[in-house]
């Protein structure tokens, strides 16, 4: 069983809308939940982090985490071509537990 | 970025030749993992370390070693390489108070 569940795309949004990434995680004890951008060929870069219940926005990115849900999702405002990028979930336990989601592919069309 | 580096960046070895894959960081940072990249699969954590001398196995650690004598580097042996540790491979460190991980630039690794 997969700790960390994405779908993993792509999916595909005009430049300008709202775009809703999702992810679910199996572990309750879970305790920080994570949203790294990853572009083709390059390394992850972390966009946002969330500890507790609700949203936390930053810029055009809001996440959002459900944990009775198991649920936690990030929306990206005024969706850029630039943003086209495979979109990470990760969830930690403590410093030596880290699980990744195999990532959703986005593409921001023009 | 973190002040992390990796060395080489690229690198195709035979099967059954041992392989050493670098991460140095400039920040002191205390943790340090290893993971490798898959399609289909993610992140998968393979070694880390929470101080000199201080590592301990991830989730898919068999067939991988770790040595940490200095602070500022974290050294991924493959004693053995198979085909099957062909990947990418991300060297990570945690920046003080809190569990955001920041990356290295990775080493695509090809064992022929």
């Known amino acids: 069983q997969k700790e960390v569940e994405q779908n993993s795309g792509p999916l595909s949004v005009p430049e300008g809308a709202i775009a809703s990434l999702n992810c679910t995680y199996s572990d309750r004890g879970s305790q920080s939940f994570f949203w790294y951008r990853q572009y083709s060929g390059k390394s992850p870069e972390l966009i946002m982090s969330?500890?507790?219940?609700g949203d936390k926005e930053d810029g055009r990115f809001t996440a959002q985490l459900n944990k009775a849900s198991q649920y936690v999702s990030l929306l990206i405002r005024d969706s850029q071509p630039s943003d086209s990028a495979t979109y990470l979930c990760?969830?930690?336990?403590?410093?030596?537990?880290?699980?990744f989601g195999s990532g959703t592919k986005l593409n921001v069309k023009p | 970025d973190a002040g992390i580096t990796q060395s080489p960046r690229h690198k195709v070895t035979e099967t059954g030749t041992p392989v050493t894959l670098r991460c140095h960081q400039t920040?002191?940072?205390?943790?340090m993992y290893w993971y490798r990249q898959d399609p289909g699969h993610g992140l998968r954590l393979i070694h880390y370390?929470?101080?000199?001398?201080?590592?301990d196995k991830g989730e898919v650690s068999d067939g991988y070693s770790v040595s940490r004598s200095k602070t500022e580097d974290f050294l991924l042996t493959l004693e053995s390489a198979t085909s099957s540790q062909t990947s990418v491979y991300f060297c990570?460190?945690?920046?003080?108070?809190?569990?955001?991980?920041?990356f290295g630039p990775g080493t695509r690794l090809t064992v022929t």
């Open positions: 920040e002191n940072h205390r943790y």
């Open positions: 370390s929470y101080g000199v001398k201080d590592t």
């Open positions: 969330i500890y507790s219940n």
């Open positions: 990760a969830v930690s336990y403590n410093f030596n537990k880290f699980y």
């Open positions: 990570a460190t945690i920046a003080g108070g809190s569990y955001e991980q920041y």
